[in-house]
């Protein structure tokens, strides 16, 4: 089983629509987690950080649930330039980032 | 200018050769990283960093070794490149953790390898 899980989609929707993600890991020392969002053939990104229960930054929601052990991602109000692929990480321990194969996001007109 | 750059941004080589890919970084984190990533298998960690004395292997070490030249710099090599090692391989940098235990990680833009 892989420490980080992901279905990979592509979740396909139109503008405006909401469209939520979520992310399983298996290490349950794990103390941090991340989405990083990813353009085809760029570079990862950080997107958020969820430390705790959660976090908020304007359309994006992340959430942690450490009993289910998963994280979660929201995004309200989709907009064209969301289409990516959105990596969920978890921390490997001393700084050790264990990354998940990636949800495509496909978002159109 | 980015803060972190890897050349080349592309190669194609030929099984057998030894070739080196380098990451060069403006930031001036102590941390450095490099991984590989493969379609439907993410990134795995080949070799991290702490400081220019500190070596670790990540996950996939095998076929591969680094240096680390300069807090600035860390170089990876494949000394014999199999066709298996064809990928799209980043550097990543980071600052201490502190008592988060995990802190942002910074990537270059990549760069695509192909073994023939």
């Known amino acids: 089983r892989k420490e980080v899980e992901q279905d990979p989609g592509p979740f396909n929707v139109p503008e405006g629509a909401t469209v939520a993600f979520n992310c399983t890991y298996s290490?349950?020392?794990?103390?941090?987690f991340f989405w990083y969002r990813q353009d085809c053939r760029k570079e990862p990104k950080l997107l958020m950080s969820v430390y705790s229960s959660g976090n908020e930054d304007g359309r994006f929601t992340a959430q942690l649930n450490r009993a289910s052990q998963y994280i979660s991602l929201l995004i309200r109000d989709s907009k064209l330039s969301d289409s990516a692929t959105y990596l969920c990480v978890g921390n490997g321990g001393y700084n050790k980032l264990i990354f998940g194969a990636g949800t495509r996001l496909a978002v159109h007109p | 200018d980015a803060d972190v750059t890897q050349t080349p941004r592309n190669r194609i080589t030929k099984t057998g050769k030894r070739i080196m890919l380098e990451c060069s970084q403006t930031k001036g984190h102590d941390r450095m990283y490099w991984y590989r990533q493969d379609p439907g298998l993410g990134l795995r960690l080949i070799y991290y960093?702490?400081?220019?004395?500190?070596?670790n292997k990540g996950e996939i070490s095998d076929g591969y070794s680094v240096s680390r030249q300069a807090q600035a710099k860390f170089s990876l090599s494949l000394e014999s490149a199999i066709p298996n090692q064809t990928a799209l391989y980043f550097c990543a940098t980071s600052d201490f953790a502190g008592k988060r235990g995990t802190d942002t990680q910074y990537f270059g833009p990549g760069t695509r390898l192909t073994v023939l």
């Open positions: 960093s702490f400081d220019v004395k500190d070596i």
């Open positions: 290490n349950s020392a794990s103390q941090s």
